[in-house]
């Protein structure tokens, strides 16, 4: 990854009322911190409102409506957060103008889901769309309050305030679901919980770093707007391709169907985000002051595909070996269906993994209307190859996402590569490298799936031991490979050591 010498900042040049930098390394230490503690809860509320409280038709409603109000959604930020890391020294005027925009254009957003509530409800046919639409609707009262507070934090790398945030905003999120659940709110319950975290997501951001927008500003945002503007047509264009399988899938399939896919995906990319997400969020801002310092960005991003994929391609391979044991050990008998869904999508995340921050980099270069090209072409493939297979069945929906992977990587990979100012050729010693440690840590359980007649209800205890003695073998590989991820690990640790010693030599 990027080293703390490659981000800071000459002296003089820090804003007065910048909170204190952290290195990258340390940052990406608090921010997976927050990253694992909140997939724990949100995974086990998953499991548990799965389990026992929702049915598959269920969970599909409240996707319906969460993948309908998502396609609206991403309008909320404006390409804030990015904007406001793109500064050179934001003052007190351009923090209000922003937390003005950040105002107006969430509250729009509650309103045209509320607006469109009925109307979705109608099309889909089930009116309980409209009322969970609504209460969605009404988190917008409370999100823009944490935009522009989360994004300095963010730009200034104070990931231990966005820990506490987040942490806050994820616990409440996750008691509120299992609670409501528990009480027979249905879908609903998981529609109430987004509001409950979205309150406490601003009344903590607030706290930690005030910035609200009254009063209004409305002058001097032309560069605010035209920034934003280009931004979300590029999400808006992003979010069509992804957040729209399940409404194609709830209405050309069922709610079981869309339900099943629902759990399929959000399975992966939870450990996806378990494994990556964290660093991605520490790394935009990272490269911004790469660039705003002259520096180039070809060798740090090298560095950055070699510990995506070699992190992130093992625990995709691994996930799609044992989807059937997963499967059956976290939800029960009843999402059974779901495991041959979840080969697929985790097999799709793998290509998706080769080739991080394909979003961030252009945008950092300034490219964003050849990026916004890309982007529709990339989603009209998205949503192509989505409707073949949902024609067929839910199972061919989800290999769909393997053959839009494949035209993802190659519409992305010569591009985001011009973008950081290297060859593509660079990074087949990266991709080989991870390869080959990724098939050392799936070789245990790859071995039990082909020889074990009951692999599907093996238990817990058998499948982490193959998993464990899968991650052995991965160290192993890395270190024989040499590959970066490993040297990342080992300055870690080395890092966590020294700031250990002094408290044990005071506790000894």
């Known amino acids: 990854m990027i080293t703390a010498s490659d981000i800071d900042t000459p002296a003089g040049s820090r804003p007065e009322r910048e909170p204190a930098r952290m290195s990258v390394r340390h940052a990406a230490l608090w921010s997976v911190s927050g ?23 269920e969970i599909g409603l409240f996707s319906i409506a969460l993948g309908a109000a998502m396609l609206i959604a991403i309008l909320q930020d404006f390409g804030l957060t990015r904007y406001i890391a793109n500064l050179d020294h934001p003052d007190e005027t351009e923090i209000r103008r922003c937390s003005s925009v950040a105002l107006i254009f969430a509250l729009g957003v509650g309103f045209l889901l509320a607006l469109g509530a009925w109307p979705i409800a109608e099309f889909y046919g089930h009116a309980g769309l409209a009322r969970i639409l609504l209460i969605i609707a009404a988190s917008y009262l409370f999100v823009p309050f944490a935009i522009v507070p989360t994004a300095m934090l963010s730009r200034a790398m104070a990931f ?33 919980a987004m509001v409950a975290a979205a309150l406490v997501k601003a009344v903590v951001a607030q706290a930690l770093h005030p910035a609200l927008p009254f009063p209004l500003r409305f002058d001097g945002l032309r560069p605010v707007l035209h920034f934003g503007s280009q931004s979300s047509t590029l999400f808006v264009i992003g979010a069509i391709g992804s957040r729209s399988a399940d409404l194609v899938i709830g209405a050309l399939l069922s709610l079981t169907a869309t339900g099943l896919f629902t759990r399929a995906t959000g399975l992966a990319s939870q450990l996806r985000a378990l494994i990556s997400g964290a660093a991605s969020s520490v790394l935009y801002p990272a490269l911004a ?15 950055v595909v070699a510990c995506f994929t070699g992190a992130g391609w093992p625990a995709m391979a691994g996930l799609a070996i044992a989807a059937a044991p997963t499967v059956n050990l976290l939800f029960g008998a009843q999402w059974a269906e779901t495991a041959p869904i979840l080969v697929w999508i985790a ?36 949503l192509l190859l989505l409707i073949i297979g949902a024609k067929v069945s839910v199972a061919a929906a989800a290999l769909s996402r393997v053959g839009y992977g494949a035209v993802w990587l190659l519409l ?36 039990a799936a082909l020889t074990l007649p009951k692999f599907a209800s093996i238990g ?34 080395g890092g966590l050591g020294a700031r250990l010693r002094p408290a044990w030599s005071e506790a000894a």
Request: proline share 6%; charged share 10%; hydrophobic share 55%.
């Open 35 to 57: 990253q694992y503690i909140g997939f724990v809860l949100q995974f086990a509320s998953s499991v548990i409102i799965s389990r026992f409280f929702l049915k598959p038709a």
């Open 460 to 493: 817990f205890l058998p499948l982490a031991a193959l998993a464990g003695s899968g991650v052995v073998l991965w160290l192993i590989a890395l270190r024989l490979l040499g590959h970066p991820l490993y040297e990342e690990f080992a300055q870690l640790l």
């Open 160 to 192: 231990r305030g966005l820990f506490f945030v987040n942490l806050a905003a994820t616990a409440v999120q996750t008691g509120v679901a299992i609670g409501l659940a528990w009480a027979g709110y249905s879908a609903t319950a998981l529609a109430w």
């Open 289 to 303: 002051r790469l660039q705003r310092n002259g520096e180039a960005l070809g060798d740090p991003y090298l560095r």
């Open 412 to 447: 992305y990979t010569g591009f985001v590569c011009r973008m950081a100012g290297l060859r593509p050729s660079k990074l087949a010693p990266i991709y080989l490298s991870s390869a080959l440690a990724t098939a050392a840590a799936v070789t245990p359980m790859a071995i």
């Open 347 to 382: 097999l799709g995340e793998i290509l998706f993994i080769a080739l991080p921050l394909h979003v961030e980099l252009p945008i950092l270069r300034g490219a964003l209307r050849p990026l916004i090209a890309r982007n529709i072409v990339d989603t009209v493939a998205s």
